[in-house]
Every structure is written in structure tokens, then in C-alpha cells.
């Protein structure tokens, strides 16, 4: 295909889609790092509504998997239950993390074992 004085071959297009798919998935790559971030700042500060209304809505149609780290967090911190319903709601696959070695952990190292108790009931 001769397009003015550029000649476009099937190797130039082949090179330039490869170059398209490397550069999103670095976007994507950067963006769940990014969404990570903030999930990990709205956790800190206790604020599941920011995190609903700011992120989750926000990037609705965005593929995003929620960290093992920030589940824990939301599990082991005190007052942050919310924050496991969020999770759970945007599909967390409890089934896949839970395992007995991490249950035990998880309630060795919890501020609030009445969570556990209570949960476990």
C-alpha cells in the first residue's frame, strides 16, 4: 500500500500494533498501581464512601483486582469491616485467599478478634 511517498507494509503494521499493545498495557499497569494507591490512602483513612464514590464508580468499567495486601489490611485494622463488604462486593474471590494458613494468621494478627467471633458465629 503506497501512501504518498510512504510505503506501509504488513511489517510496519504488525510492529505498530505490538507497540499499541505494549503501551496499554503499561497504562493499565499504571493505572491499577495508581488505584492501588488510593484505595490504600481512602483504607488509612477510613473513608470506604471516597473510595466507592471516587474510585470504584469512577472506574466502573476498568478491570481491577483487589490486592490480597489491601484485603488484609481492611481485615486485620480496626473499624474498617465496610471496607471487607466493598471488597467483597467487587468481586474479591475470598475462596481463592482463604486458605487455612492465612485464616489463622489473619486472626492471629487481628486488632480486633472479636471481628473473627463474632463473623464466625
Given amino acids: 500500500f503506497n501512501l504518498g511517498q510512504k510505503t506501509i507494509t504488513d511489517d510496519n503494521v504488525n510492529v505498530e500494533s505490538k507497540q499499541n499493545d505494549k503501551l496499554k498495557r503499561i497504562a493499565e499497569l499504571e493505572r491499577n498501581a495508581q488505584m492501588q494507591q488510593n484505595l490504600l490512602l481512602t483504607l488509612d483513612w477510613n473513608l470506604p464512601d471516597l473510595a ?45 485467599y482463604l486458605n487455612s494458613e492465612n485464616f489463622i494468621y489473619l486472626f492471629n494478627q487481628a486488632k480486633d478478634k472479636d471481628f473473627f467471633t463474632i463473623t464466625s458465629i
Fill in 52 to 96: 466507592l464514590s471516587e474510585i470504584f464508580q469512577r472506574y466502573d468499567g476498568v478491570k481491577y483486582s483487589i490486592h490480597a495486601k489491601l484485603f488484609e489490611k481492611a481485615i486485620l485494622e480496626e473499624n474498617l469491616e465496610s471496607f471487607v463488604d466493598l471488597f467483597l462486593d467487587r468481586e474479591f474471590v475470598l475462596h481463592r
